[in-house]
Structures are given as C-alpha cells and as structure tokens.
C-alpha cells in the first residue's frame, strides 16, 4: 500500500545550523511531494513542493531533494532560526481530485 | 484576509450530542476537504468535495456527513459523538492535481 513516513520523531538543532528532516515513501505511482510545517494551535503551512520531474527545488532557506530511486525526500533548512520550530509533514498526491497522504511528523527543536 | 477559515476553534461536549463544524475558502479552490488529526499528530483525510460532488469518502463513521451548500464552504456534521471524536479537524482547500492543499487552523473537538 501507500504511504509516507518520516525517519525521526524529534530532531533538535542549534540555533544557526542547518537543518536536515528525512522521508521515505514506498512504491507510488504519486509524482508530487510537498513539504508543510505545523506551528502549535496552526492549520499545516505549504513551505514547498516538487514534482518527479525535478531533482531538487530551492527556495528561501529551504531546498526539497528528491532521490527517486531510493525513494527519498529531504527537506534542508538552512541556517535555522527560532520559528522554524514545528513539526514538518512530508506527504505526497496523486492525480485528480484525491487528497493528500501525510506522514508522521518530525517535530524540530532549535536549541538555543 | 484568511483564505481557509473554520469555526469554531475549540468545540467541548459530551457524549451522543450532534454538532457540526463550519469552513469557509475564499480562495476559487474547485475541491475541499476535511483531515482529522490524531494525539500523535497523524494527519488522515476523512472527505473531499469537487463542485458539490463527493470524490473521497475515505472509512469513517456514518455519523460523519459533509456538506457543501456551495464551492466554498464545506461543513462536517457529526452525530451522536463518541469520546474516540476528540481530535483536531481541520479543512483543506486545493485546485488542480499539481498544486499544495491550502488549510485552515483547525478545530479541536473533545468528546467528555
């Protein structure tokens, strides 16, 4: 069957460092990931996405990789700030009108 | 201006009562849809909605019904609550396969 997972529950980080958050996804025919962020008492937040297509995509401080043959995606964090602290989804959709698989959840702990 | 919003934020009641949970997007998205989000923080889609036609229903109770008087607002009515309801749900807007699910700050219902 589908699904997404995530390789820690809990990642802490020193304030200024980057961040790495891990996920793997088992044999889909999904050729969309997106990565959100889940502040405390917040609906998840998109940060970015990237199609089967692509390698890599960047964007402000953050950059999605996406290893197709080992079925693997990260989500880098460059130079981490406090309110980065959350807990990061992966997950992943397929065509049409189906919704979203989510994985666990990593919750990043930026330590001061 | 929100584009995902729901009410209420926070729903306490007891058991066998029926209520319901409102969402609005003000986004043009065509699909909505409601996630439930467990104490472990799993995040597991319940329904979507595509111009007033259910697309998903994925396996919850017949107690849970959606219902979307127009594009914009999808509803969740929940009959005769059980305490294994208490979660936090949260409404999900989208448009097109090939772009990210827009959330609101979901509703945190305990069933006492």
């Known amino acids: 069957g589908e699904s997404v997972g995530l390789h820690l529950p809990t990642l802490s980080v020193q304030e200024g460092d980057n961040s790495i958050i891990n996920c793997a996804y088992s044999?889909?025919?999904?050729?969309?990931f997106i990565w959100y962020k889940q502040e405390s008492g917040k609906g998840p937040q998109f940060i970015i996405d990237?199609?089967?297509?692509?390698d890599k995509r960047q964007g402000q401080r953050v950059t999605v990789l996406l290893n197709k043959t080992v079925k693997h995606l990260s989500l880098q964090i460059a130079a981490t700030q406090p309110g980065d602290s959350a807990v990061y989804f992966c997950?992943?959709?397929?065509?049409?009108?189906?919704?979203?698989?989510f994985g666990k959840g990593t919750h990043l702990i930026i330590q001061p | 201006d929100t584009a995902v919003s729901q009410t209420p934020k926070y729903l306490v009641t007891q058991m066998g009562n029926d209520k319901s949970i409102k969402c609005e997007q003000n986004?043009?998205?065509?699909?909505m849809y409601w996630y439930k989000q467990d104490s472990k923080k799993f995040l597991k889609i319940m329904f979507s909605?595509?111009?007033?036609?259910?697309?998903i229903n994925e396996t919850v109770p017949n107690r849970f019904s959606p219902k979307s008087p127009d594009k914009a607002h999808l509803n969740l009515h929940i009959n005769s609550l059980e305490l294994g309801d208490s979660a936090v749900y949260f409404c999900?807007?989208?448009?097109?396969?090939?772009?990210?699910?827009?959330f609101g700050n979901g509703t945190r219902l305990t069933v006492t």
């Open positions: 986004l043009g998205h065509d699909t």
């Open positions: 997950a992943k959709r397929g065509g049409g009108a189906d919704g979203l698989t």
């Open positions: 909605y595509n111009n007033k036609e259910l697309i």
């Open positions: 044999n889909s025919a999904s050729d969309y």
């Open positions: 999900a807007s989208g448009q097109g396969a090939w772009s990210p699910l827009h």
């Open positions: 990237i199609r089967s297509n692509m």
